[in-house]
C-alpha cells in the first residue's frame, strides 16, 4: 500500500502541531512552578523582616502570624501558601514552614520550607 504525498505531510503537519503544542505545555508548567518558587521566597523574606523588625523594636520575637499582619505589613495569598508558625518563646527565634497548596496538575501538593532558630543550626 503506497501512502500519498498529501497523506504524509498532513501526518508530519499533525505531528509537528503535538509537539509544539507539548512544548509550549512544558514552558508554561515550569513559568509557573518558577512564579509559585519566586512568591514563597517573597513570602520568607517578608516574614523574616516582620520577625526581625519586631525583635528590634519591642525586644521580643512576633507571637503569633497574625500579629506581624497586624502590626508590621505581613500579607500573603492564603489560598497559595499556608505558613505554619511556631512561636517558641519571646526571646528565641521562631520556627515557620511554608507550605504550597496549589500544584502544577491543579491538585494540591505540599511543599515545605523551614526556617529553624540559628541556634539549632549550629546543634546539627
Do not use: W
Not at 501512502?3 to 514552558?27: E, M, P, W, Y
Not at 525586644?59 to 517558641?88: A, I, K, N, Q
Amino acid at each position: 500500500m503506497k501512502i500519498s504525498r498529501k497523506s504524509i505531510i498532513f501526518i508530519l503537519s499533525v505531528a509537528l502541531s503535538f509537539a509544539v503544542l507539548a512544548a509550549v505545555s512544558a514552558g508554561a508548567r515550569r513559568m509557573q512552578r518558577q512564579h509559585l518558587e519566586e512568591q514563597r521566597e517573597s513570602l520568607e523574606k517578608g516574614i523574616e523582616r516582620c520577625i526581625t523588625s519586631c525583635y528590634a523594636l519591642e525586644g521580643c520575637f512576633p507571637p503569633t502570624l497574625e500579629y506581624m499582619e497586624e502590626h508590621y505589613g505581613l500579607h500573603y495569598d492564603e489560598s497559595v501558601f499556608f505558613v505554619d508558625y511556631r512561636p517558641v518563646a519571646a526571646n528565641i527565634r521562631p520556627e515557620y514552614f511554608i507550605i504550597a497548596l496549589e500544584g502544577e496538575s491543579g491538585g494540591a501538593f505540599y511543599e515545605s520550607h523551614s526556617h529553624m532558630p540559628r541556634e539549632a543550626e549550629f546543634m546539627y
